[in-house]
């Protein structure tokens, strides 16, 4: 039986975090705190690093190495919505969880 690294593990663990508080966030903070929490691109950015998260962790559960593409494309939006968070601001949870993300995602596209 094939076992997962203990990094691919780790960064399944940061991607299925990551997935969680970007929803979450998303569904119950940035629709009722609304105004530029629900600008278009900023609220589809969210729902995009959620989604790649989301992909990122199946796919490595996958154990192929067809992986470190999709890590390397979760890497660059998970960086992208800690950068839009952190300009709106009130989102530190999210921001956090993105760029935790983003480096162990990095690692295992490289």
Sequence with gaps: MHQLSTDIRSC???CT???QTCLS???LHCLEAGGQHVEPAHFRLMAACAEICRAAAHVMLTGTEHHRRVCGACAEICDAC???CERIGDM???VDACRRCAASCR???A
Aim: glycine letters at 0%; proline letters at 0%.
């Design 92 to 94: 530190q949870d999210c």
């Design 107 to 109: 690692k295992m596209a």
């Design 82 to 84: 800690a950068t839009d």
């Design 25 to 27: 966030t998303a569904m």
């Design 12 to 14: 399944i663990d940061d």
């Design 17 to 19: 975090r990551c997935y």
